[in-house]
Structures are given as C-alpha cells and as structure tokens.
C-alpha cells in the first residue's frame, strides 16, 4: 500500500497487482472470515489460472454472495485494535516508513479486502473501517490520502454508502471546504504543495462524483448552500457544475429519477 500513491504509473500498477495476488492467501487473522464458501475454500490450495485472477474480477461474479451477518464484540475489538495499530513491522524499515505508515498502510489495505474480497473477510470490517478510511482520505496525508478517496470512490455504491449514507453530506461539505482553501481568496494558496494538488484533485475529480451520485439530494442541497455562501470567484461554482455534469454522464438514470421525484411533489 505504501507504493499505491507512487509518482511512477508502472509502480502504482505493479503495487496493485501485487495485492490482488497476494490478498486471497494472505489475509490478517484478525480480519478473515473463518467460514469462507467452499469455492473460496478452494481458491487457497489450488494453483489454478481462474484462481489467480480472483483480483481482476468482481467477486459476487465468482461466488455466492455471503448472508450479511453481524461480528461478535470480541471480533470486533480484534479488528479494531488491528486498524489501530501502530507497532512497527520489518517492511515499514525496509522502505523507510513509520508506525504511522503502518496504522495507514493497515486501513487502506481493510478498506481494498472490504471492496474486492468482501466474502473473505468478516462481515462487519466495512462498518468498522469506513469511518477511518474517511479521515485518511480528509487528512491531506501526502502518501495515503488519495489513495483513501480512490477506495471510498470506487466502493461508494456497492460498500460504503449503506455504512455512511446519513454522512454523506457533510463530507460533501468537507471536500468543498478543501476547495475554498485553494481559492483566489485564500492567503495560503501560493503554499500549496504539489502532493496537497494531487490529492484535492483526486477528492475532487475521483471521489465527490461518487458521493454525489451516492446522494443526489444531499449533494444538490450541499451546493445551493456552498454558492450562497461563498464569492462569486470561488472555485466552488466550478467544482460544482463539473460534478454536476459528470453525474449527469455517469449517473443520468438516477438523476432523472430524482428529478422526476421532486417534480411530482412538487405537483402535488
């Protein structure tokens, strides 16, 4: 995880492929799922091809979903003393990390097994990492923030937004924030560095997008308070309306869903 926000393409690939072969075998105890479906049973002892590529395919495509079910408190205690965890482990030294690096490094790969392996894993670790995954992602850390978003964007639908749906305004709102510090009004913006670029890039591009679509209303009621509230040379208003174009690209259906919804009560 610690070479996912690498500079270079080719490693942030490599560090990628790297997990997905590695995930299915190698599973923190605290975090696996002691009665794994039979097919997933056999996905650790055979060598096959099909079993290899588990990473590149979604896995309710493969398997029978796993009934959702709660953990006890003593596994959830497990899980949370394993996200929390700032001991120092032999690979933190060799790539000259920190026992932060390694708290980090174990969010975002809970947060990767909850997306891609979610049968693997315990039922409750997404309720349990979510909330971390968000302050990682809302932390400007220039070595594991955008990273986070990208994890929170890409299983917004399938993972997250059932765990935060009630909180997905605010971090609406959060992100927004970030944006108005990089404003023309800012006194701080010729101190941005370049790392702090690339990550509202990505809150702005990769994940407000998916929170948006997540929550039509909520983002919709977000913005209206945001352009009010703010300078007309904010760039608010463009981030906005470039969210608001990309889900109308991404998301039109449930736009439109939307929109027919406030027009009937509106009627009414």
Known sequence: MAFWQDESEHVRMAARSIFHCAASHVIPLP???????????????????D???LGNMREDSISPKVEKQG??????????????SFEVHDWISCVGGTSQDAMTSHITVAGALAIWYPS?????????????????AMAMNEKYSST???????????????CIVSEIPRLIGDIFFQVELSGPSSKSVKEISDASFSIKKTLVEVLLPSLAMADIAGFLAVIESQIWSTASDSPVHMVSLLTLIRI????????????????ENTCC
């Open 120 to 136: 693997l894993v315990k039922p409750g670790l997404a309720r349990l990492v979510v909330h971390p995954l968000m302050k990682l």
């Open 248 to 263: 109308m690209h991404g998301s039109p259906k449930h736009l439109a869903q939307y929109l027919d919804k406030v027009c």
């Open 71 to 84: 953990i006890s408190q003593d596994e959830e205690s497990k899980i949370l003393a394993w996200l929390e």
């Open 148 to 162: 986070a978003a990208e994890l929170l964007a890409e299983g917004m639908e399938s993972t997250w937004k059932e």
């Open 51 to 53: 079993d290899h590529n």
């Open 31 to 49: 975090l696996r799922n002691l009665k794994p479906t039979e097919s997933h049973n056999m996905s650790f002892h055979t060598g096959s091809r």
